[in-house]
């Protein structure tokens, strides 16, 4: 399945129904009067945000989203039938941005969340209701309320516990894979990744979700490589991992760029946690490793992680950092006494 994080569609809620003229015709009942009932309300908009769906992908062959109008009244004071809402199921994390794409109208992040996003006409009046002592037998009937209609745009992202972060070819990919049973597609040449990642993580008892999104550049928070869509899937992280390549870009170079990235982004995340880690450690000696943890420390970082994605050295250590910077997993008791992990599934499942 093809992942999509940005869509725009076009909505519009149901027009009311028209209210009725009508006019009693009951034998033996003498001046019948009128009783046209009045229309039927039109069917809402509403956004849903539902577990289980990742991506926005219905929505490039679906564009548009029309609601039905209300029923129209009827004789004998009957009003007309109210329209069914039109419910549009996005995943969770999606947000509903104006069609200046900078506005954000609404904002899905919880499983099960609904927002009625723009109501549907209510009905006309039915001639019934324009009776009075000076209008015995009136004709006029009201149409119906007009639905209303907008562009919008749909923008999707995601919600992980943890983000990762680096170069193109600092070894993501390889590294959730190691942690996670997605299969991220891993390649010696940059850009191997070219749509955000979902893993789910298990360490000491505790879960958390691992967003890997694709190598970033400089000028990536301005548009270049498409960075600016791939810096908002980590925007909802609590914490954030940056991956070195050890035998790329002089680490401390690639620290920096990184760094000057997520300032310019802004969203809050250059006061996220970071972790800084040194990947690949695998193919290079102990004191080149040495060298390197004190360059990046010299460069602002705190605590350094060594790790190898590839044999999983380091591993352990970076996972309890990560952890600490979680909430308490949830528990459950078990009838003999014992202490299990909660069964619950995850919002987001592996890409």
């Not at 329209?83 to 109208?105: A, C, F, H, N």
């Not at 019934?128 to 004709?139: F, H, I, L």
């Not at 597609?185 to 955000?196: A, E, H, N």
């Not at 006061?271 to 060298?291: G, Q, S, T, W, Y």
Request: glycine share 14%.
């Amino acid at each position: 399945m093809h992942f999509l994080d940005q869509a725009k569609i076009f909505i519009r809620s149901g027009p009311g129904g028209a209210g009725a003229v009508s006019f009693r015709r009951e034998m033996y009942v003498e001046y019948g009067g009128p009783d046209g009932g009045d229309g039927g309300k039109g069917g809402d908009i509403i956004f849903e945000a539902v577990p289980g769906l990742n991506t926005l992908i219905d929505f490039r062959y679906t564009q548009h989203f029309k609601a039905k109008r209300g029923g129209g009244g009827m004789g004998k004071n009957r009003t007309g039938a109210g329209s069914l809402d039109l419910v549009i199921k996005v995943p969770v994390g999606t947000q509903v941005l104006d069609d200046d794409r900078e506005t954000v109208l609404a904002d899905l992040t919880e499983a099960g969340q609904r927002i009625v996003f723009i109501k549907g006409g209510d009905g006309g009046r039915g001639n019934a209701s324009y009776k009075s002592s000076t209008n015995r037998a009136p004709r006029q009937h009201g149409p119906g309320w007009p639905g209303e209609e907008m562009y919008v745009w749909l923008r999707l992202k995601l919600l992980a516990d943890v983000g990762l972060l680096g170069l193109p070819n600092a070894g993501k990919s390889t590294f959730i894979n190691a942690l996670s049973n997605t299969k991220a597609k891993v390649g010696d040449y940059p850009f191997t990744t070219l749509r955000p990642q979902l893993g789910v993580v298990r360490h000491k008892n505790r879960e958390f979700v691992l967003a890997d999104i694709p190598g970033l550049i400089a000028g990536a928070a301005e548009g270049a490589g498409v960075g600016d869509r791939f810096l908002g899937h980590i925007e909802r992280c609590r914490v954030l991992i940056h991956l070195i390549d050890i035998e790329g870009t002089d680490p401390a170079e690639a620290l920096e760029i990184i760094e000057e990235e997520l300032e310019a982004y802004g969203g809050g995340l250059d006061e996220k946690p970071r972790l800084i880690v040194l990947n690949k450690i695998d193919l290079v000696d102990a004191e080149l490793v040495k060298m390197f943890t004190k360059e990046l420390k010299a460069a602002g970082a705190g605590q350094v992680f060594a790790i190898s994605g590839a044999t999983g050295k380091g591993m352990d250590k970076l996972l309890n950092a990560v952890i600490e910077h979680l909430p308490a997993a949830t528990v459950t008791e078990r009838p003999s006494g014992e202490r299990e992990e909660a069964d619950e599934d995850p919002v987001w499942s592996p890409v």
